[in-house]
């Protein structure tokens, strides 16, 4: 397809994609024998919740317009969501193990079996992402404008409780490109209160590194420039 369509997964793919390495480095790094192993823990909890909820925003609002086009690729998919939520359920047992266990070889034995079940999840949801964009994304394309897809995901984001949608915003931030980011913001001005784009026009100055921010900046001030 030689259009560019709108893809309604970007953004937060991305952003997911960068929570799900960042998690998996610091899973690494970790000590599970140590208190510390905490900020671990609490992190490993954020992606099933944060995974979770994405399955769900899909469930409720992409794969019902789906259905009546092709209701074999949808049955696909929700299989695939059961699989994510098993995977979920074993960190959610994993995390809580490590909250029970109460010397430090038990731990650590959790905290090996955090990271297998860790790395499974990931391996299991980058697949599936990349499954949704090259499969699930040309077939909303085949049937849906980009007006519509964008109406959807408004829909999606209307849903999300703000403290959620920030935590998402901020992931989201350090993993798009600076052209991505720029865009997103101009969308931002151009759709939202002078408010809320003034929110993520700070979240990106406090997000990206210095140069990025620059890139970014200056493109946005020559933007308000020409309109």
Request: aromatic share 10%; hydrophobic share 40%.
């Amino acid at each position: 397809m030689s259009e560019k369509r709108y893809n309604v997964f970007n953004q937060i793919h991305k952003g997911l994609r960068g929570l799900l390495y960042d998690t998996a480095l610091t899973i690494q790094q970790t000590d599970f024998s140590n208190d510390n192993a905490a900020v671990a823990i609490e992190k490993v909890n954020l992606v099933v919740d944060l995974f979770d909820e994405h399955a769900h925003h899909e469930d409720t609002y992409l794969l019902p317009i789906v259905l009546k086009h092709n209701a074999t690729l949808v049955e696909d998919f929700e299989k695939d969501h059961e699989i994510d939520h098993k995977l979920s359920e074993s960190l959610r047992e994993q995390t809580l193990a490590w909250s029970k266990a109460t010397t430090k070889a038990e731990r650590i034995a959790v905290g090996q079996s955090l990271f297998y079940a860790f790395n499974e999840f990931i391996a299991f949801n980058l697949y599936h992402m990349n499954k949704e964009e090259n499969v699930l994304l040309y077939t909303l394309w085949q049937h849906y404008t980009d007006a519509e897809l964008l109406a959807v995901q408004r829909t999606i984001v209307e849903s999300i409780k703000p403290e959620i949608l920030m935590i998402e915003s901020k992931w989201m931030m350090r993993s798009l490109n600076n052209t991505e980011i720029i865009e997103w913001l101009t969308s931002i001005k151009n759709g939202a209160p002078a408010e809320v784009y003034e929110m993520y026009t700070r979240l990106a100055q406090q997000e990206l590194d210095t140069n990025r921010w620059t890139v970014v900046a200056t493109s946005l001030e020559t933007e308000m420039a020409a309109a």
